[in-house]
């Protein structure tokens, strides 16, 4: 990395483990900061994007990294992934994953109660159960406990026409497998 055995940023150290004893004779240093800049400076993370198969249908979805992300890390470290879908009770077009009492340790970030069809949302629980939701329609994010809001954490930017036709596939035809994994 040009050179440096020393990531970009400043670095303090004492003069004998930095230096020879050569360069240490001078009485006046006391400490030495290192300051390396290098063409490796620290980027915003790069992370591929997440194929979601679910039953017969395939989409492909972006993190929402920039407004959650800690509930993007959380889930990231769980790929892959794989559950069951089924459709929501109380929310509208939408299929859910319920996780029950699963604790992920995870704080409202990016929340929202109303979801556009393609966004995803992890409720981490408290109010109601933990649960993933996946929008097709018109949705109010919901439970029997009422109004609820979830971590918008993964928008499906491929296969969305599908959508509909994912719903109408759970609420028809039962619980479907997911599986979530990077690309």
């Known amino acids: 990395?040009?050179?440096s055995d020393h990531a970009p940023g400043f670095h303090f150290c004492l003069p004998s483990p930095c230096l020879n004893r050569k360069a240490y004779s001078s009485a006046?240093?006391?400490y030495v900061i290192f300051v390396t800049f290098s063409a490796f400076e620290p980027r915003e993370r790069v992370v591929a994007p997440v194929r979601i198969n679910a039953g017969p249908f395939s989409f492909t979805a972006r993190w929402e990294a920039?407004?959650?992300p800690q509930t993007c890390a959380k889930f990231e470290s769980l790929l892959p992934y794989r559950e069951r879908i089924i459709h929501?009770?109380?929310?509208?077009e939408a299929c859910w994953i319920p996780l029950g009492t699963l604790d992920l340790g995870l704080p409202y970030e990016n929340q929202t109660s109303y979801p556009a069809p393609g966004e995803i949302l992890l409720h981490p629980g408290g109010l109601s159960e933990t649960e993933i939701l996946i929008a097709y329609g018109g949705v109010r994010f919901a439970s029997k406990v009422g109004q609820l809001a979830g971590n918008h954490f993964l928008t499906i930017t491929e296969g969305r026409e599908q959508l509909r036709a994912l719903g109408e596939h759970v609420l028809w035809h039962g619980a479907q497998e997911i599986v979530f994994e990077s690309l």
């Open 1 to 3: 990395m040009g050179g």
């Open 28 to 30: 006046a240093a006391r």
């Open 88 to 92: 929501v009770r109380w929310s509208g």
């Open 66 to 68: 920039e407004g959650a």
